[in-house]
């Protein structure tokens, strides 16, 4: 498990499966989870990087044990979302 927590300055940043494969955008932090959006359009990446993100009824959950580590651009999880 990694010891970096998601808080609400990841909202925005691409998730990427362990082989490097983007599979969406975390459009919502909230109760320790994140929210991947799986086909954000430009206006939805662009509101969840200024903190004004909803997330759809697509977006998938995602823990942060799922997580192996976050950079400043991007979420990587451990295995497959």
Do not use: C, Q
């Not at 010891?3 to 490097?20: H, I, P, Y």
């Not at 662009?46 to 997580?67: M, V």
């Amino acid at each position: 498990m990694t010891d970096e927590t998601l808080t609400k300055a990841d909202e925005g940043k691409r998730v990427v499966n362990a082989d490097g494969t983007t599979i969406g955008r975390l459009v919502d932090v909230r109760d320790g989870y994140g929210y991947v959006e799986p086909n954000p359009g430009i206006v939805d990446t662009l509101k969840a990087k200024l903190g004004w993100g909803t997330r759809s009824d697509e977006a998938h959950p995602l823990d942060e044990g799922s997580i192996d580590e976050i950079t400043d651009t991007e979420v990587i999880l451990r295995g497959t979302l």
